[in-house]
Each structure stands twice: as C-alpha cells, then as structure tokens.
C-alpha cells in the first residue's frame, strides 16, 4: 500500500501541473501561488482541528526560512511550467535532490564521495542534453527559471530536514509554508491587481490547491508507512505521468535525446538518494 500511495501522490502532482498550465494561460504565476497557497493552508487548518495538532511554533523563524525558499520555488517552478512542455518543466523541478547534495557538501561540509560526485555530473550531463536540443529561443528563459526551482527547492528541503529533526510535525511545517505562499503571492499579485476568475477558471485555480494538498497527504502517507528509499525512487513516477498528459493534452512529443535526458536525472537524483540514505 505505501507504494500505492506514492504512486497516487505523484499522479496528483502530475495533475496539479496540468491545473498550473491551464491557469497560466489566463493568470499570472502569482495568481497560480495565491490560490495554491491558500487552498492548502485552508486543508491544513481543518487537518490540523481534525488531529488536535496546534499549529503555533517555537520554531517560528526556520518556518519561515523554509517557507520562504519553498514559496520562490514553487513560483518559478509555475512560471516554467507555464512556458516548457509540462515533462521538462518537472524533470528541471526534479534536479533538487542534485542540488542538495552540493548544499550539504558546501554548507554543512557532509563529504561528497566519488560515488555522489559521479551522479552530480551524470545528472547536470542530462541537464544539458535536456535543454540543448529541444528548446526554442523563447523557451531559455523558462528553463533558467525551471532549472531555479530545483536549486532554491534544496534550501527548502533541507530546512524541512532540520524541522524534522526538532520534531515539528508535517501539519504543521505545511501550514506555514502554505500561509507565506499565500502572503507571498498576494503580496505579489497586488500591484497588477488580481482578478476574479469565472466559474471554470475557479474550479481549474481550486484544482491547483486541492490536487496538489491531497498530493502532498499522498506523499506524507506513503513515507510513514513505507521504505523511505521506495517511496523516494517511486516519486519520480510523476516525470512519467507528466510525460502522458503533456503528450495525450498539448502534443508535447518529446525526441528520443530528452527521453535520455530524462532518464539520465532521474537516475542521477536516485544515485544521490541512496548514498544520501547510506550516510544517515
């Protein structure tokens, strides 16, 4: 079942983004964070009064460290989203784990052997071989922004590493992290002025917020009750499934060197999970 539940997790992420791609057609990627953030913070509040969990924090201060990071990386992963076909888009977003790896080693001073270096090179090889060849010129921008997300996501997550370790429970650092995005794309959206949506583009804006909180209930299920390694591997099931909708939704045909590409990533950021799981 633990399997069953990642795959879910990321079917649900797969289809948040093809609400993300609807919606940027109509709204501004800070539109898009405003409502994902909100949606999930509304989940998170009723999640938490159904658990009795409290949602203030001592901790207060790395939440929104974390929060932060997290809201910036998800609004240039949207932003990339809404200019790359939907599967490059995610595999960019997908290079965190690569990027954590540099953080620990640089900031943390973890050692990096061999073994990890060889898939940090292997996996910025797919980068380049992703990008090269199947981009437009008005597409760079998208990959930059897309290949950001990934970079800044690795900050988050290793906050979200060190919240664990103080004992925050997941409610709670998904509340906060849900609020700043909220702040921060409304903030964001007030000097063009937000406007309301019509009643299918409310349902597609909900669709980001509620896809994307179930995604993350999904994710956080299959972690607790499963092996943590077969549900990281599992995870990136969601390249796959983005890979389908892009294809069957806006005839994103990808060449045979993406697909390669792709796979070199994923492979890459699978490598630095498991060397990452050994060290711990």
Request: net charge positive; proline share 4%; charged share 10%.
């Amino acid at each position: 079942m633990p399997a069953f539940w990642m795959l879910v997790s990321c079917l649900l992420f797969a289809v948040m983004g093809v609400c993300v791609k609807i919606a940027s057609e109509t709204f501004s990627t800070a539109e898009v964070v405003l409502y994902r953030g909100a949606v999930s913070m509304l989940m998170m509040v009723s999640l938490a009064r159904a658990r009795s969990i409290s949602l203030r924090t001592p901790h207060w201060r790395m939440h929104v460290s974390r929060s932060l990071s997290g809201s910036i990386a998800l609004s240039c992963y949207f932003f990339a989203i809404g200019i790359l076909p939907l599967a490059t888009a995610v595999t960019l977003n997908y290079t965190s784990p690569i990027f954590v790896a540099l953080l620990l080693a640089l900031v943390f001073r973890e050692q990096l052997r061999w073994p990890a270096l060889l898939s940090i090179v292997i996996g910025f090889g797919g980068v380049m071989l992703l990008l090269r060849p199947t981009l437009a010129a008005d597409q760079w921008l998208g990959a930059v922004v897309g290949l950001s997300s990934g970079a800044i996501a690795s900050v988050a997550y290793v906050s979200v590493r060190e919240l664990g370790r103080l004992g925050e429970p997941e409610v709670r650092t998904v509340f906060w992290f849900a609020l700043v995005t909220t702040l921060f794309g409304l903030a964001w959206s007030l000097p063009s002025g937000p406007h309301m949506p019509t009643v299918h583009e409310f349902f597609v804006l909900l669709g980001v917020g509620v896809f994307g909180g179930l995604a993350q209930l999904a994710m956080t299920r299959s972690y607790r009750y499963g092996h943590t390694l077969v549900s990281a591997n599992l995870s990136y099931a969601t390249v796959v499934f983005a890979s389908l909708f892009g294809a069957v939704l806006w005839n994103e045909i990808m060449p045979w060197s993406s697909w390669l590409a792709i796979a070199l990533i994923v492979s890459s950021a699978i490598m630095i999970s498991l060397r990452t799981r050994r060290s711990a």
